[in-house]
């Protein structure tokens, strides 16, 4: 039997492996209207149960978190993955220059002077994903589900982080 510990940071590590490399996360947040969601660059540092997003202080973005930090990230790439967490702005200049990217410039029109960007910290408490890559699972899944028999393949898991 797997303790709390070891558990968390299995999941953290499955997390790790099945968004590492995948360069656009779509952020959704909740307004008054319902759900929205938009691609987000997805920052190059190792996924430790948070994940780091830039943004600028006069979006509609920002203040959709201001009002509700309610979030899902979606990844998609060898796998699928959903996130749901709570998001943190965060204004801080040494940590927003660690993950500055001379192609934010173009893309959010600014530069790493500009006070007006800010970081978005997501605290993931769970994730659920969905493998694609391995065939014989999906294969022995279609098999069951045609005869009806109950073989346990993990295409699908959700993890607490």
């Known amino acids: ?19 590492k490399g995948i360069e656009v996360a ?13 691609p987000m660059k997805t920052q190059e540092v190792e996924f430790d149960g948070d994940l780091w997003f830039l943004t600028k202080e006069n979006t509609d973005k ?8 309610s979030v899902n990230v979606s990844y998609v790439g060898k796998s699928y ?5 709570t998001a943190e702005l965060v204004e801080n200049r040494e940590k927003l220059m660690q993950f500055w990217n001379p ?9 790493i002077d500009d006070p007006n960007l800010v970081l978005i910290k997501i605290k993931a408490e769970a994730a659920e994903y969905w493998e694609t890559g391995n065939f014989a699972k999906m294969v022995k899944r279609m098999f069951s589900q ?3 028999t109950e073989i346990e ?7 607490k982080l």
């Open 103 to 111: 192609a934010y410039g173009k893309f959010l029109d600014s530069s």
């Open 62 to 69: 920002y203040r959709q978190l201001r009002e509700n930090p």
């Open 81 to 85: 993955v959903s996130i749901r967490g």
């Open 146 to 148: 045609l005869t009806g």
């Open 153 to 159: 393949t993990e295409l699908n898991k959700t993890v």
């Open 1 to 19: 039997m797997k303790n709390d510990h070891t558990a968390h940071r299995e999941a953290v590590e499955t997390v790790r492996d099945l968004i």
């Open 26 to 38: 779509m952020l959704t947040t909740l307004t008054d209207e319902g759900l929205v969601s938009r």
